[in-house]
Protein backbone atom coordinates (compact mmCIF):
# COMPACT_ATOMS: atom_id res chain seq x y z
CA UNK A 1 0.00 0.00 0.00
CA UNK A 2 1.18 3.48 -0.99
CA UNK A 3 1.36 5.94 1.59
CA UNK A 4 -0.14 9.18 0.94
CA UNK A 5 0.14 11.62 -1.56
CA UNK A 6 0.13 15.11 -0.68
CA UNK A 7 0.72 17.89 -3.93
CA UNK A 8 -0.03 21.24 -4.74
CA UNK A 9 -1.69 21.91 -7.87
CA UNK A 10 -1.68 25.01 -9.65
CA UNK A 11 -4.77 25.61 -12.28
CA UNK A 12 -5.54 28.48 -14.59
CA UNK A 13 -8.32 29.86 -16.60
CA UNK A 14 -8.02 32.06 -19.56
CA UNK A 15 -11.03 33.44 -21.06
CA UNK A 16 -13.76 36.31 -21.31
CA UNK A 17 -15.53 38.39 -19.49
CA UNK A 18 -13.85 37.94 -15.93
CA UNK A 19 -16.89 37.20 -14.62
CA UNK A 20 -17.07 34.32 -16.16
CA UNK A 21 -13.25 33.47 -15.51
CA UNK A 22 -14.17 33.60 -11.71
CA UNK A 23 -16.53 31.36 -11.68
CA UNK A 24 -15.25 28.98 -14.46
CA UNK A 25 -11.85 28.87 -11.75
CA UNK A 26 -14.82 28.03 -8.66
CA UNK A 27 -16.61 25.65 -10.76
CA UNK A 28 -13.71 23.28 -11.39
CA UNK A 29 -12.22 23.84 -7.83
CA UNK A 30 -15.30 22.44 -6.70
CA UNK A 31 -15.63 19.81 -9.56
CA UNK A 32 -11.92 18.49 -8.38
CA UNK A 33 -12.98 18.21 -4.62
CA UNK A 34 -15.93 15.88 -5.43
CA UNK A 35 -13.45 13.64 -7.49
CA UNK A 36 -13.46 9.90 -5.51
CA UNK A 37 -10.25 9.60 -3.83
CA UNK A 38 -9.01 12.85 -3.41
CA UNK A 39 -8.97 15.80 -0.50
CA UNK A 40 -8.71 19.20 -0.99
CA UNK A 41 -6.51 19.97 2.25
CA UNK A 42 -6.23 24.08 1.44
CA UNK A 43 -7.54 26.36 -1.61
CA UNK A 44 -6.26 29.82 -2.92
CA UNK A 45 -8.01 30.98 -5.85
CA UNK A 46 -6.96 34.66 -7.74
CA UNK A 47 -8.68 37.36 -9.25
CA UNK A 48 -9.16 37.40 -12.84
CA UNK A 49 -6.60 39.96 -14.16
CA UNK A 50 -6.45 41.16 -17.84
CA UNK A 51 -4.08 39.69 -20.13
CA UNK A 52 -1.22 41.93 -21.13
CA UNK A 53 -1.03 40.91 -24.77
CA UNK A 54 -4.92 40.63 -25.63
CA UNK A 55 -6.77 43.33 -24.39
CA UNK A 56 -10.22 42.00 -22.93
CA UNK A 57 -9.21 38.51 -21.76
CA UNK A 58 -8.89 37.60 -18.12
CA UNK A 59 -6.84 34.91 -16.61
CA UNK A 60 -7.32 33.57 -13.08
CA UNK A 61 -5.99 30.36 -11.24
CA UNK A 62 -5.97 28.35 -8.18
CA UNK A 63 -3.23 26.92 -5.78
CA UNK A 64 -4.83 23.76 -4.46
CA UNK A 65 -3.28 21.92 -2.42
CA UNK A 66 -4.57 17.60 -2.23
CA UNK A 67 -4.23 14.54 -0.92
CA UNK A 68 -4.49 11.29 -2.43
CA UNK A 69 -3.59 7.79 -1.29
CA UNK A 70 -2.36 6.79 -4.92
CA UNK A 71 0.10 7.71 -7.76
CA UNK A 72 -2.01 6.72 -10.35
CA UNK A 73 -4.42 8.77 -9.03
CA UNK A 74 -2.59 12.24 -9.51
CA UNK A 75 -1.96 11.08 -12.75
CA UNK A 76 -5.62 10.71 -13.56
CA UNK A 77 -6.06 14.15 -11.99
CA UNK A 78 -3.31 15.96 -14.31
CA UNK A 79 -4.79 14.28 -16.93
CA UNK A 80 -8.51 15.57 -16.34
CA UNK A 81 -7.89 18.96 -14.85
CA UNK A 82 -4.43 19.90 -17.09
CA UNK A 83 -2.65 21.84 -13.93
CA UNK A 84 0.03 24.18 -15.15
CA UNK A 85 2.23 23.01 -12.18
CA UNK A 86 2.36 20.06 -10.27
CA UNK A 87 4.33 19.86 -6.94
CA UNK A 88 4.51 16.73 -4.91
CA UNK A 89 5.35 18.02 -1.49
CA UNK A 90 5.08 14.57 0.53
CA UNK A 91 6.42 11.82 0.67
CA UNK A 92 9.54 12.61 -0.03
CA UNK A 93 10.11 9.35 -1.94
CA UNK A 94 7.45 7.41 -3.60
CA UNK A 95 7.19 3.73 -4.34
CA UNK A 96 5.30 2.84 -7.79
CA UNK A 97 3.79 -0.95 -9.07
CA UNK A 98 4.70 -1.82 -12.21
CA UNK A 99 0.83 -1.83 -12.94
CA UNK A 100 1.04 2.07 -11.14
CA UNK A 101 4.09 3.08 -13.58
CA UNK A 102 2.37 1.26 -16.95
CA UNK A 103 -1.23 2.57 -16.33
CA UNK A 104 0.56 6.05 -16.04
CA UNK A 105 2.63 5.73 -19.28
CA UNK A 106 -0.28 4.55 -21.35
CA UNK A 107 -2.47 7.42 -20.29
CA UNK A 108 0.56 9.75 -21.38
CA UNK A 109 0.96 7.78 -24.54
CA UNK A 110 -2.70 7.59 -25.52
CA UNK A 111 -2.64 11.54 -24.62
CA UNK A 112 0.06 12.12 -27.30
CA UNK A 113 -1.34 9.94 -29.84
CA UNK A 114 -4.36 11.84 -29.72
CA UNK A 115 -3.00 15.26 -30.09
CA UNK A 116 -0.78 13.86 -32.26
CA UNK A 117 -3.58 12.64 -34.72
CA UNK A 118 -5.38 16.09 -33.92
CA UNK A 119 -2.36 18.12 -35.20
CA UNK A 120 -1.97 16.30 -38.28
CA UNK A 121 -5.69 16.73 -39.54
CA UNK A 122 -5.61 20.45 -38.44
CA UNK A 123 -1.74 20.31 -40.93
CA UNK A 124 -3.72 18.47 -43.80
CA UNK A 125 -6.53 20.77 -43.42
CA UNK A 126 -4.58 23.77 -43.53
CA UNK A 127 -2.57 22.55 -46.78
CA UNK A 128 -5.57 21.76 -48.19
CA UNK A 129 -7.30 25.24 -47.46
CA UNK A 130 -4.15 26.71 -48.63
CA UNK A 131 -3.97 24.83 -52.22
CA UNK A 132 -7.79 25.61 -52.61
CA UNK A 133 -7.02 29.47 -51.79
CA UNK A 134 -3.77 29.00 -54.56
CA UNK A 135 -6.16 27.63 -57.19
CA UNK A 136 -9.18 30.58 -56.70
CA UNK A 137 -11.51 27.54 -55.17
CA UNK A 138 -12.50 29.77 -52.31
CA UNK A 139 -12.04 33.38 -51.13
CA UNK A 140 -10.56 35.16 -48.62
CA UNK A 141 -13.51 36.13 -45.97
CA UNK A 142 -12.60 39.57 -44.69
CA UNK A 143 -13.71 40.72 -41.23
CA UNK A 144 -17.30 42.53 -41.04
CA UNK A 145 -15.63 44.91 -39.54
CA UNK A 146 -13.11 45.67 -41.62
CA UNK A 147 -15.35 45.57 -44.65
CA UNK A 148 -17.15 48.59 -42.72
CA UNK A 149 -14.30 50.73 -42.64
CA UNK A 150 -13.50 50.33 -45.90
CA UNK A 151 -16.55 50.96 -47.63
CA UNK A 152 -17.00 54.07 -45.16
CA UNK A 153 -13.48 55.26 -46.44
CA UNK A 154 -14.04 54.42 -50.10
CA UNK A 155 -14.69 57.47 -52.58
CA UNK A 156 -17.85 56.72 -54.37
CA UNK A 157 -17.36 56.72 -58.64
CA UNK A 158 -18.69 59.77 -59.78
CA UNK A 159 -22.02 59.74 -61.90
CA UNK A 160 -21.36 59.09 -65.71
CA UNK A 161 -24.40 60.19 -67.03
CA UNK A 162 -25.85 56.75 -67.66
CA UNK A 163 -29.03 55.74 -67.09
CA UNK A 164 -29.16 52.32 -65.63
CA UNK A 165 -33.00 52.14 -65.99
CA UNK A 166 -32.62 51.62 -69.87
CA UNK A 167 -34.94 54.69 -70.36
CA UNK A 168 -32.65 57.71 -72.62
CA UNK A 169 -32.19 60.62 -71.80
CA UNK A 170 -33.64 64.02 -73.63
CA UNK A 171 -29.44 64.18 -74.78
CA UNK A 172 -29.69 60.50 -76.00
CA UNK A 173 -33.04 60.96 -77.94
CA UNK A 174 -31.58 63.51 -79.83
Known sequence: MESEITAVLVIEVLGRPAEHVASALEQLVERLGKESGIQIVNKKLYEPKETEKTKGMFFAFAEIEIKT??????????????????????????????????????????????????AKSLTIENTILQNQLKQGQIKQQVPQKIKAKLNSKRVKPAKTGKIKSGKKTSRQRN
Open 69 to 118: SAIIRLAEICFVYMPSSVEIVRPYELKMTLNDATAILNMLVARLHNYDAI
